[in-house]
Nanobody, 124 residues
């Protein structure tokens, strides 16, 4: 069992930066692939980024590539999402999630555990 708690959301102006954190419980944290997703009002939850167990392999949605960076610290049981050059269209609730396998990391249905989400609002 893994419990995930996100933090770091808030209100920022376009062009600004935020760093989201997701703290996890459980002794097997390093065994999981971790992902970040987001959901804007009236839209489906969408993939943002994912990172493999070692932190070497990272994956990004085209919409955030070059602006967002995912990283993890297995010693601290924490995954991060550094968000730079934020745009109003990045406004959403951001969720972190964990899954056992490394395949199909873009699919919400493949993830075993989810956090409660943190709101990110980017003003124009």
């Amino acid at each position: 069992q893994v419990q995930l708690v996100e933090s770091g959301g808030g209100l920022v102006q376009a062009g600004g930066s935020l760093r989201l954190s997701c703290a996890a419980s459980g002794r097997t944290f390093s065994s999981y692939l971790l992902g970040w997703f987001r959901q804007a009002p009236g839209k489906e939850r969408e993939f943002v980024a994912a990172i493999g167990w070692s932190g070497v392999s990272t994956y990004y949605a085209d919409s955030v590539k070059g602006r967002f960076t995912i990283s993890r610290d297995n010693a601290k049981n924490t995954v991060y999402l550094q968000m730079n050059s934020l745009k109003p269209e990045d406004t959403a609730v951001y969720y972190c999630a964990a899954k056992y396998s490394s395949t199909y990391y873009r699919r919400t249905s493949e993830y075993n555990y989810w956090g409660q989400g943190t709101q990110v609002t980017v003003s124009s």
